[in-house]
């Protein structure tokens, strides 16, 4: 693999660009009720937008997907797809200053490439060790930067004005990505979409009493995402609202 200097020159200072300027942000307010979305307007139309991609395109390409590929298969691309993204934990785990864990991160990565069939098999995980996944979300939460307003992305979901910018960044660093020539370079999105697909199958109820059976879909899928982000990074006594009551339950869009 042969490192293309510029690209990764090019993404180190837009990275750098970004984060300066979000740390440096002052904490949003946030109303009483916990949740500073001023952009609503615009963001239900983006989640109409997302409503209409998933009926029309995700959930039939999910469900023929998850009836026609077996499940071990469907194991094997979700193994895959989780381990190209072990680099991204690697640096943000460092960058958040969790040495232990970066190096857990990439033990996993080495171990499961190799023992286990470039990441189709997890013999991490059956070892007992733990992973530790994170973002550039997170990183930017751990240097100080605000959460800022709820926003929702086309094709992605809930999101934040933070993580927002952090998944932009996790794309813009992700080793797959800045060092791997064309066209192996977008084999790590390639295994996000399928990997999703198979999310959506396996979660097929929970999504759809989200997305279409909730009297507002929208306020749903917001309080979810919110509550879910705020108890994974420990928000509670923060500047903005964790019920501490909540109970992370696993579903497709804890974390979106």
Request: with cysteine; glycine share 8%; proline share 6%.
């Amino acid at each position: 693999m042969k490192l293309v200097p510029k690209k990764l020159l090019r993404s180190i200072v837009l990275t750098f660009c970004i984060s300066t300027t979000l740390t440096a942000c002052a904490k949003t307010d946030v109303s009483p009720g916990g949740i500073h979305d001023p952009n609503e307007a615009a963001n239900r139309r983006i989640h109409a937008f997302n409503k209409g991609v998933d009926k029309v395109l995700l959930s039939p390409a999910s469900n023929g997907y998850g009836t026609i590929i077996p499940r071990p298969v469907r194991t094997g691309v979700s193994n895959f797809a989780d381990n190209l993204s072990l680099p991204n934990d690697v640096i943000n785990n460092t960058l958040q200053g969790k040495l232990p864990q970066a190096g857990s991160s990439l033990f996993r990565f080495v171990l499961n490439s190799t023992f286990g069939v470039g990441g189709l098999f997890d013999p991490a995980s059956a070892a007992g060790m733990e992973r530790h996944d994170t973002d550039f979300g997170e990183t930017l939460h751990v240097w100080g930067a605000g959460e800022g307003a709820y926003t929702e992305m086309p094709f992605f979901g809930p999101s934040t004005t933070r993580d927002a910018y952090g998944f932009a960044v996790d794309v813009i660093l992700d080793p797959f990505f800045v060092v791997v020539r064309e066209p192996t370079r977008y084999i790590g999105g390639v295994a996000y979409v399928v990997n999703k697909m198979g999310d959506r199958y396996d979660y097929d109820a929970t999504v759809d009493s989200i997305l279409y059976d909730s009297a507002d879909s929208y306020a749903q899928a917001r309080i979810l995402y919110l509550q879910n982000r705020r108890f994974r990074l420990g928000m509670q006594g923060e500047e903005t609202y964790v019920d501490p009551e909540f109970d992370p339950y696993e579903d497709p869009y804890a974390d979106f």
